[in-house]
């Protein structure tokens, strides 16, 4: 259809003929039904509809003067093509008519709606053809005449939003890329609701270019039936931009991909390489990608955005690291072309990190230079950067450095410190505590003498190396740092000894040429502060660096030894010191942040309140370990045997003499052998103090740990002799026994078990006939043994006798209770009853389910009783 001018003059003035209300009907199918009509409704308008339709009829007819007017021979202008808008290549494949109503679509966009015979932009019906597996990346919304259009890419498109911004790469009223709001709504099947303008101010005034289910009201009418209709063209624009593959010398492969929409990557693998989505594309695709790169040998990441106008690269070991806000390295950037740092996140708990960013992370949210997140993240932390950049990508590449040692005895090593062939050693002097910056650092090795900070860095081992790499060796940290002078100090391997083995160095306080640390005689790797001797190394090798690197040292779970259910509770690290506590095993030292069993640094949690009864003493590779009954730990003895239950060399239990004596805060030692044994030092392992005697299995076997454990089996009898009956048990809590029988072995009640977290129960037993009672606490730390005469009878504070106990080993006697009509009696402790400290665990029976003195049964897992006939 096409309109003459004239035409608005006598629809103004249909609009003045209709009624008082204004209301116009948007049931005619064209403009001329609406003028001869004169019932037009709008609902509740605040403005004249009369006015609006004339402002948009005439905008829309006055501003595009070559569509609606005719030739001086009275015929019609040629009809503009929108499939050539911005460059062509369009493919139509959705029209409506003009008309009063949308497209018949419900489908949302996706694709999958199919209706009506397939004509042109000018059918007079409806259609639709699916292209849902089409491949397009952009979406063109223009009206029939080609006078109103608009370009979305195909993400703008999708997605889940209601009136949210949404991003136009350009339309008829604007050449240059924009944001309007649109709705797409869940199950509401005339969304998406797509227009030049927000929507708020568009679907009254005729800027609406797509809405679907039929839709009407002035949506369709404002603008419909004077433009011809409506469609929905797509293609697949080529995209080009900066190759990033090039960056910096080149050698990247694209590993994951993000296109430019309002959130990040699916990815929740922390960058792990292990998430697997999408189709892979070199192309700034429209669906995010990724491909499993975990096993693929890399040193080196490179951040970009899809246009490559912001990057940076940064090693694998700067990325791949728990860090929260915390400077990270990058070793160049789109803003700078030299190494620095950024505060980045990476906590494991957070699905969404790292964030990876050219600058601090706080600042890059806001100014758009975020290159890396996860888990679908939005907010500005997406919408900053992605829809202007095409997006962002992850390329990777293993970067071989001239000169560079880093890979050496297995690789992951970063250079810190670097001093070019010369007569001087290294300006620093901080005696390698990674304290000292200075010059710029460089990969090449004829760069004038740099340091970069790394005391703050995570990192277990040092190499020192010339500058060819022809001479070098490995030590851990701690074998490094530490005072020492003239000292044998571990090496873990060398370019002349492949194993492990010591040479003598020294680093004393005060000292700023030191460590000094050699691979021989005259063969000097590493001194400081600027010292000129020994330096033929320097001269011959062209020059000497520092590296580190945190290996990562893959031990078994001790956890796990004589079926679980240990507690790790104090650990010291591979070094030249003993455990810090000086509580003897009390378990009431705590120092340093919790960490594993292979930690770098010493630490404690407090266990004294935790209810358990083993111990063991492991080293950190859990080659060699012990297992011990919490009572034959926390005693008194001076090279005293106790009892073993299990051990890694002796799978039987057994006795070891050990040291616990009260004046000895560094005891008790606890060792693999009989402590006095010449050759036990090889296999301590328990002491106290920070001492540093034996430490040679720190060193060998990454440290010493010690756990503990409830074993819920009660087995207190097995260690007394053989023959005893297990008659009654009460387990953990804050009663004693239900019994009311006075210990006559009549009282029945529960099921038997031997799990001391069983509920209480109790069988019939003879008391006639028993010749022996045993008391015991759950965990078996305190118990006695006494005559059946000493328990049975009737008695007030009289002294009954023991034959041995926790206490004592040969016969004593204490005063106890067993007195008529007291239904909690025999009241049997260790020591006489009113001397019983309740908070020891001195009172082994009580009855009638008694509360008071109940701290055995609270702090002891339970009691028991054993008899035997």
Not at 663 to 670: C, G, Q, R, Y
Request: glycine share 10%; net charge positive.
């Amino acid at each position: 259809m096409v309109w003459h001018l004239s035409c608005c003059v006598s629809l103004a003035a249909s609009f003045n003929a209709g009624d008082a209300l204004g209301r116009v009907d948007l049931g005619v199918t064209n403009a001329s039904a609406v003028l001869a009509s004169g019932d037009v409704q709008v609902g509740n308008w605040s403005e004249s509809p009369v006015s609006v339709l004339e402002e948009d009829v005439r905008g829309d007819l006055t501003g595009d003067a070559d569509l609606i007017a005719t030739d001086e021979a009275g015929g019609k202008t040629a009809r503009k093509d929108c499939s050539t808008i911005d460059g062509g290549g369009w493919k139509q494949v959705r029209h409506v008519p003009a008309g009063r109503r949308w497209h018949p679509a419900r489908d949302q966009l996706r694709g999958t709606a199919r209706y009506g015979r397939v004509g042109s932009s000018t059918s007079a019906n409806a259609w639709t053809v699916p292209f849902n597996r089409e491949k397009f990346n952009e979406f063109l919304f223009a009206t029939g005449d080609c006078q109103k259009w608009l370009i979305a890419r195909r993400w703008s498109v999708l997605g889940r939003y209601a009136n949210g911004q949404r991003w136009i790469e350009k339309s008829s009223i604007r050449g240059s890329k924009y944001k309007a709001r649109w709705y797409r709504r869940n199950r509401v099947g005339e969304d998406p609701w797509v227009s030049l303008e927000d929507h708020g101010r568009s679907w009254n005034r005729g800027k609406i270019l797509y809405g679907g289910r039929s839709y009407a009201n002035w949506h369709a009418a404002s603008i419909l039936p004077m433009h011809e209709g409506a469609d929905v063209y797509i293609r697949q624009k080529e995209i080009k931009v900066k190759d990033c593959s090039k960056v910096d010398g080149g050698g990247w492969k694209l590993v994951r991909h993000v296109p430019g929409r309002m959130k990040w990557h699916p990815a929740r693998d922390h960058l792990k390489g292990t998430a697997v989505y999408g189709t892979p594309s070199p192309e700034p695709s429209a669906n995010p990608w990724s491909i499993k790169f975990d096993k693929t040998p890399f040193n080196e990441f490179l951040f970009a955005t899809g246009d490559c106008q912001r990057w940076l690269i940064a090693k694998k070991f700067s990325v791949m690291a728990a860090y929260a806000n915390q400077p990270r390295w990058i070793e160049k950037s789109s803003q700078k072309n030299s190494r620095y740092q950024a505060r980045w996140y990476n906590r494991w708990n957070i699905p969404h990190e790292p964030w990876i960013s050219v600058t601090d992370h706080g600042s890059a949210v806001h100014s758009g230079h975020i290159l890396y997140g996860e888990n679908n993240f939005g907010n500005i932390h997406a919408s900053r950067v992605l829809p202007n950049h095409l997006g962002a990508n992850v390329w990777i590449r293993n970067k071989v450095v001239k000169k560079s040692c880093a890979h050496l005895d297995g690789g992951g090593w970063t250079r810190v410190r670097h001093v070019p062939a010369g007569y001087n050693w290294h300006p620093a002097t901080d005696q390698l505590a990674g304290t000292a910056v200075y010059g710029k650092q460089s990969d090449d090795s004829t760069a004038p003498a740099w340091s970069i900070k790394f005391d703050k860095e995570k990192f277990n081992q040092f190499m020192f190396a010339t500058g060819d790499c022809k001479k070098w060796l490995v030590a851990k940290r701690y074998s490094v740092l530490g005072w020492y002078s003239s000292k044998k100090r571990r090496v873990e391997s060398s370019s002349r000894i492949g194993r492990l083995h010591s040479l003598r160095w020294t680093r004393r306080k005060g000292k700023a040429a030191d460590p000094k640390i050699t691979l021989g005689p005259r063969q000097l790797l590493y001194a400081a502060g600027g010292s000129r001797r020994s330096t033929s190394l320097l001269q011959s090798h062209h020059g000497a660096g520092v590296y580190v690197r945190q290996k990562v040292t893959f031990v078994r779970d001790c956890s796990k030894l004589m079926g679980g259910g240990w507690t790790l509770v104090r650990h010291t690290p591979a070094g030249y010191h003993w455990h810090p506590a000086v509580d003897q095993l009390r378990g009431t030292a705590s120092y340093g942040r919790k960490g594993t069993a292979t930690s770098g640094w010493a630490w404690s949690v407090p266990f004294s309140g935790l209810n358990f009864n083993q111990f063991m003493f492991a080293t950190g590779d859990c080659k060699k370990w012990i297992v011990s009954d919490k009572p034959a730990v926390l005693s008194w003895y001076n090279n005293g045997r106790r009892d073993v239950l299990k051990s890694s060399s002796n799978s039987n239990a057994h006795k070891i003499r050990w040291h616990r004596r009260k004046a000895m805060k560094s005891d008790p030692l606890i060792t693999l052998r009989d402590a006095r044994s010449a050759k036990v030092r090889s296999e301590w392992l328990y002491l106290g103090g920070g001492r540093h005697l034996g430490t040679s299995i720190l060193r060998n076997h990454v440290g010493a740990n010690v756990f503990i454990r409830m074993k819920d089996v009660v087995d207190c009898a097995t260690r007394r002799g053989r023959g005893w009956i297990h008659v009654r048990h009460v387990p953990a809590g804050l009663s004693w026994h239900p019994a009311k029988d006075y210990l006559n072995g009549t009282a029945t009640y529960g099921k038997p078990s031997d799990k001391l977290s069983a509920p209480a129960w109790s069988i019939a037993f003879n008391a006639k006939r028993v010749k022996e009672f045993l008391f015991a606490s759950g965990d078996c730390s305190q118990w006695l043994v006494a005559p059946r005469k000493s328990v049975l009878g009737w008695y007030s504070g009289s002294a009954r006798v023991i034959k041995t106990s926790s206490r004592h080993r040969t016969a004593y006697k204490a005063r106890w209770y067993r007195r008529k009509g007291q239904w909690t009696d025999p009241w049997i402790t260790t020591t006489d009853f009113k001397r019983a400290k309740v908070g020891d665990g001195n009172i082994l029976y009580a009855a009638g389910g008694i509360v008071a003195g109940s701290a055995t049964v609270q702090h002891h897992g339970g009691a028991d009783v054993f008899i035997r006939y």
